[in-house]
Structures are given as C-alpha cells and as structure tokens.
C-alpha cells in the first residue's frame, strides 16, 4: 500500500508541469547565449518543422509604378506641364499623361521622361522654363530639380513632387 502512496504523490508532482525544450525555449528552438554571457535567448533549429504547415513569410508582392511628365505648349506660347503616375506600365503612363495635356488645351503634347518606382519634381524657373529631379528619395528628386534650375536661374519655386513608388499588393 505504501508504494502505492510514493507512486502517486510522484506522478501528482510531474503532472502539473508544462515540458520546455532546453534552455526554456519554445519547441523548434535552442537556447542561445548564456554563460558569461550574462543573457540568454532562442533561436530556431534549422530546418525544423512545427507540423503546423504554416508559412509566415509575407503575403503579397512589390508591383511596379510608372509615371510620364509631358511638356505642351498653351495659345499664349507659354510651356505647360502635365503628368500620370501609379500607372502598372510605360505606355498607360505616358498614354494618359498625353491625354491630360491635350484635354488642358496645350499643343504639340510631347514626352519629357518617364519614371518608375520614384519621385519626380518639377520646378519653375524664373524664365518660364521647367526642370524636373528624378530619385527613389523625394529629397534627392528636389535637390536635382532646383540644380538643374540653378543653371539658368537665380530663382527656382518647386511646382510639384509626384510620387509613383511601387506599390505593396496582397
């Protein structure tokens, strides 16, 4: 009867206790660290397999992004601009940027540069010309916009930054 009793009062003491891999770490890792250290932390085992059949990596992908600016000229002979962006090709882009020129009353409607996955600023100089800064950093995009500018001009005002950067799609 005794042995009865020291069996059960064993099994109640482990019954209770969650199992840890080594280290406590979840189950697919190891203990990382530690020693004189002074920390200790997990990392995974290489190639294990949580039987979960779950992928954690992302979802979705980076899509492209194409925007044209396009130069007309209006009645009063003065340059004008237009522009498309987040457009998924070239020739939406530059299709469309035409069209908004023409649809603004300019004339001779004629691409200036296309761009992908940027920024593209355009900026006025003091001499009614029109400069334009392209870069992945908007900053950057500016600062070659007012250079080029500067060449000519004393004064340069930023008319606008367009932002066709490529999108994220789930």
Known sequence: MRIFFKIGILISLFWGFSAYAEGNCPAGSYPTGGGNAGWVGCAPIPGYDSGQGQDNGPRGHWEDSYGTLVFGDADDGTLRYSYSYNYENEKTAIRRALKECKDGGNKNCREEVTFRNSYLVVVDGENGSIYWGNDKNESKAKMLAIGECQ????????????DSRAVWVN
């Open 151 to 162: 060449k000519s001009n004393k004064d340069c005002i930023v008319l606008r930054s367009i």
